[in-house]
């Protein structure tokens, strides 16, 4: 056991665990066809966010506002909500290496919710994009320049790792007296601290505070900005000018679509009825896993300017490797 004194000026004993069981699925047949899945599921989130951060990276017309919020982006899928995730949980679940140490459990915890915050922050960010773009097409390039866009993106990473540090931190001022099992693929915040033997209600409500913060906040400001864009579409008086315009959104809503509704529809009905945990596993892992895979597919690789970007470097990729050859 590690145990540390200190809390209010009290001495206080914190029981903390040398280690959690992750307890994985129970009692599903076949569930190694879910395994085989995640793994071409990372393989193609791999690919797809690699190649979109390379495009971006290396073609010099992409250094606009909205391709460093879609770097931001891809980055936070490759590193996060991927590579933070799934190797781990195959780990976990293939070889069945379900003891996880307490630090590292409370360090996985953190890092896959800190990626989660930035994305729907980042989607936000995108969000604006439009809405300027929409509704103040004149002043866009006075409203979205690259320094604001790195700034706002800058301020989402700092107010992430801020209020996840103190909510994932005070775990470490729970005691776990009773069961060591984490009713999950990972060490989820809510299924971790619900098994301390004390008092729990500073971690719920940190959690509803980030919960608020970080989906309820960016999704209701992304509804508005789409509220003004819709009245600002509605003034247009050609009909294909208006549609043109639209199109511009529709990959931006799908992606707002996939990844805010599964999420809060998970936690809405963990707080308001009973899931087995075999559905709330899988979706929690889909909230995840599935859109860190499309968002490169629908937002970027088929966009116009990355396409023509990506055959521009490939033919002067070919072109560099010819006149190495001669």
């Given at each position: 056991?590690?145990?540390?004194?200190?809390?209010?000026?009290?001495?206080?004993?914190?029981?903390?665990?040398a280690?959690?069981?992750?307890?994985?699925?129970?009692g599903?047949?076949?569930?190694?066809?879910?395994?085989?899945?995640?793994?071409?599921?990372?393989?193609?989130?791999?690919?797809?966010?690699?190649?979109?951060?390379?495009?971006?990276?290396?073609?010099?017309?992409?250094?606009?506002?909205?391709?460093?919020?879609?770097?931001?982006?891809?980055?936070?899928?490759?590193?996060?909500?991927?590579?933070?995730?799934?190797?781990?949980?195959?780990?976990?679940?293939?070889?069945?290496?379900r003891?996880?140490?307490?630090?590292?459990?409370?360090?996985?915890?953190?890092?896959?919710?800190?990626?989660?915050?930035?994305?729907?922050?980042?989607?936000?960010?995108?969000?604006?994009?439009?809405?300027?773009?929409?509704?103040?097409?004149?002043?866009?390039?006075?409203?979205?320049?690259?320094?604001?866009?790195?700034?706002?993106?800058?301020?989402?990473?700092?107010?992430?790792?801020?209020?996840?540090?103190?909510?994932?931190?005070?775990?470490?001022?729970?005691?776990?007296?009773?069961?060591?099992?984490?009713?999950?693929?990972?060490?989820?915040?809510?299924?971790?601290?619900?098994?301390?033997?004390?008092?729990?209600?500073?971690?719920?409500?940190?959690?509803?505070?980030?919960?608020?913060?970080?989906?309820?906040?960016?999704?209701?400001?992304?509804?508005?900005?789409?509220?003004?864009?819709?009245?600002?579409?509605?003034?247009?008086?050609k009909?294909?000018?208006?549609?043109?315009?639209?199109?511009?959104?529709?990959?931006?809503?799908?992606?707002?679509?996939?990844?805010?509704?599964?999420?809060?529809?998970?936690?809405?009905?963990a707080?308001?009825?009973?899931?087995?945990?075999?559905?709330?596993?899988?979706?929690?892992?889909?909230?995840?896993?599935?859109?860190?895979?499309?968002?490169?597919?629908i937002?970027?690789?088929?966009?116009?300017?990355?396409?023509?970007?990506?055959?521009?470097?490939?033919?002067?990729n070919?072109?560099?490797?010819?006149?190495?050859?001669?």
């Amino acid at each position: 056991m590690n145990l540390f004194n200190s809390a209010l000026g009290k001495n206080i004993t914190f029981v903390h665990p040398a280690y959690f069981i992750i307890s994985g699925f129970s009692g599903i047949l076949n569930i190694k066809y879910y395994y085989v899945f995640l793994c071409f599921v990372y393989i193609v989130t791999v690919l797809g966010n690699t190649v979109v951060m390379a495009v971006i990276y290396f073609d010099h017309n992409l250094r606009t506002p909205k391709y460093i919020a879609v770097f931001n982006l891809a980055f936070v899928d490759l590193f996060g909500r991927s590579t933070a995730l799934i190797p781990k949980l195959l780990d976990t679940l293939v070889f069945d290496r379900r003891y996880i140490v307490y630090e590292a459990c409370v360090s996985h915890m953190f890092f896959i919710l800190f990626f989660v915050c930035i994305q729907s922050w980042t989607l936000f960010t995108l969000a604006y994009d439009r809405f300027v773009a929409i509704c103040f097409p004149l002043r866009y390039h006075s409203f979205v320049t690259n320094q604001v866009i790195a700034a706002m993106l800058l301020f989402v990473w700092a107010l992430s790792l801020s209020l996840l540090a103190f909510m994932v931190g005070a775990i470490d001022r729970l005691s776990f007296c009773n069961s060591l099992v984490v009713k999950s693929i990972y060490c989820d915040h809510a299924p971790v601290y619900l098994l301390a033997c004390n008092d729990t209600s500073l971690n719920n409500i940190l959690a509803y505070v980030v919960f608020v913060i970080f989906l309820c906040i960016p999704l209701v400001m992304i509804a508005l900005s789409y509220v003004c864009i819709s009245i600002a579409l509605s003034r247009i008086a050609k009909g294909e000018e208006r549609l043109k315009a639209f199109k511009t959104c529709t990959s931006h809503l799908i992606l707002v679509a996939i990844f805010f509704l599964p999420i809060l529809g998970t936690n809405i009905a963990a707080v308001t009825s009973y899931i087995h945990p075999n559905s709330r596993i899988i979706n929690s892992s889909m909230t995840h896993i599935i859109p860190a895979l499309l968002n490169p597919i629908i937002y970027s690789l088929k966009t116009e300017e990355v396409l023509i970007s990506l055959k521009n470097l490939c033919k002067r990729n070919r072109i560099n490797n010819t006149t190495r050859k001669w």
